[in-house]
Nanobody
Framework: ELRVTESGGGSAQAGGSLRLSCAAS?????MAWFRQNPGEDRERVAN???????WYAASVKGRFTLSRDNAQNTLLLQMNSLKPEDTGMYYC????????????WGQGTQVTVSS
């Protein structure tokens, strides 16, 4: 069964840290974290393609660190210096090289940052 499963969400104070983990059932060429709040579009936070350096949204660059463990098929997002605007439902997504869009999505994990 192909799946991606998120864990690690929760609540934090502004300035604090949280770490999100995504476990995949197999290797994917590209894996990403997105976030979304009710009534808003889903926003790509960070992604990593193959062995390339991660890409980050401007809003999180310098505060978030994305890494992957290909042996474990795991994607990690270390979130430091959290801000209230980082609040949202965070989704892990995966796609193969030949896919135009991310086609496998997890159920999401909630992150809430209070001021």
């Amino acid at each position: 069964e192909l799946r991606v499963t998120e864990s690690g969400g929760g609540s934090a104070q502004a300035g604090g840290s949280l770490r999100l983990s995504c476990a995949a059932s197999r290797y994917w060429y590209s894996m990403a974290w997105f976030r979304q709040n009710p009534g808003e579009d889903r926003e790509r936070v960070a992604n990593i393609n193959g062995g390339a350096a991660p890409w980050y949204a401007a809003s999180v660059k310098g505060r978030f660190t994305l890494s992957r463990d290909n042996a474990q098929n795991t994607l990690l997002l270390q979130m430091n210096s959290l801000k209230p605007e980082d609040t949202g439902m965070y989704y892990c997504a995966a796609r193969d090289f030949s896919d135009a869009q991310y086609r496998f999505w997890g159920q999401g994990t909630q992150v809430t940052v209070s001021s």
